[in-house]
Nanobody, 127 residues
Framework: QVQLVESGGGLVQPGGSLRLSCVAS????????IGWFRQAPGKEREGVSC????????LYADSVKGRFTISRDNAKNTVYLQMNSLKPEDTAVYYC????????????????????WGQGTQVTVSS
C-alpha cells in the first residue's frame, strides 16, 4: 500500500525557515519522481517543486525559486523541502505526491496525474 506522510510544518515568522519531510512507504522510492504541492484557503492547488527519481533533476515554481530547495535521501525513503526566507504568501497546506500508476520517474509530477498523496502539513507564516 503506497503511503506518503508529510511532517515539519508549523508557525514561523516572515523570513524564517522550515524543513518539510515526506516519508514514503509501500513502494520503491528511488524509482519515482516526487512532487510538492500546496493549497492555501480559497486558492487552487499549486505545484511547488519536483525532484526526479535520482535526485539529479529538480523543478521549482517561480514563486519559490531561490528560496526553496528540494532533496531526497532514498536510503531513508524521504524527500525534503527546505524552505527559507518564508513569506506570508507561502502559508498553505503542503502535500507531497507520487505517480506510481504511471511510473513517473522524471518531473514534473502533475496534480491531476499523481496517484497517491500525503495527508498534508500546515505551514503558517505570520508575525
Amino acid at each position: 500500500q503506497v503511503q506518503l506522510v508529510e511532517s515539519g510544518g508549523g508557525l514561523v515568522q516572515p523570513g524564517g525557515s522550515l524543513r518539510l519531510s515526506c516519508v514514503a512507504s509501500g513502494f520503491t522510492l528511488d524509482k519515482y519522481a516526487i512532487g510538492w504541492f500546496r493549497q492555501a484557503p480559497g486558492k487552487e492547488r499549486e505545484g511547488v517543486s519536483c525532484i526526479n527519481y535520482s535526485g539529479r533533476s529538480t523543478l521549482y515554481a517561480d514563486s519559490v525559486k531561490g528560496r526553496f530547495t528540494i532533496s531526497r535521501d532514498n536510503a531513508k525513503n524521504t524527500v525534503y523541502l527546505q524552505m527559507n526566507s518564508l513569506k506570508p504568501e507561502d502559508t498553505a497546506v503542503y502535500y507531497c505526491a507520487v505517480d506510481t500508476y504511471g511510473g513517473k520517474r522524471n518531473c514534473p509530477v502533475s496534480g491531476a496525474g499523481a496517484s497517491s498523496w500525503g495527508q498534508g502539513t500546515q505551514v503558517t507564516v505570520s508575525s
